[in-house]
């Protein structure tokens, strides 16, 4: 009879349920980076481009651009992650992606808008 042999049960069936855990954790942390994150960095590019690029020539767009996205940034992470919490589990993380894509492309679209009057 080896000694601690009951032990190694223990241990793995308590290995096996923290992976589980760390795998679950990481997965509902991935939708959170993916689905708010992400776009949120997305938009933030997108307005220092036009932001960039428009420094110096005289223009207010670089301004417009900048008060536009005081509001758009955080309301659109605010919706995605509004989108992301009510997700459903069984649903697909594509549908959640493009939710969450679409919902962002607001800004840019509008930013696009603004570079097309000017």
Not at 63 to 69: D, E, K, S, T, V
Not at 107 to 117: E, G, N
């Amino acid at each position: 009879m080896l000694i601690g042999s009951g032990h190694s049960q223990e241990w793995s069936a308590i290995a096996t349920v923290a992976g589980q855990s760390l795998t679950l954790y990481w997965r509902i942390n991935m939708k959170y980076v993916w689905g708010v994150l992400l776009p949120a960095l997305a938009q933030i590019v997108v307005t220092w481009i036009v932001i960039t690029v428009n420094t110096g020539n005289g223009s207010w767009l670089g301004l417009g651009a900048f008060l536009l996205a005081i509001f758009a940034v955080p309301t659109t992470a605010i919706a995605n992650f509004v989108a992301v919490r009510t997700h459903a589990e069984g649903d697909s993380i594509i549908n959640l992606m493009t939710k969450c894509l679409l919902i962002t492309a607001i800004t840019p679209v509008l930013l696009i808008f603004l570079i097309a009057l000017s």
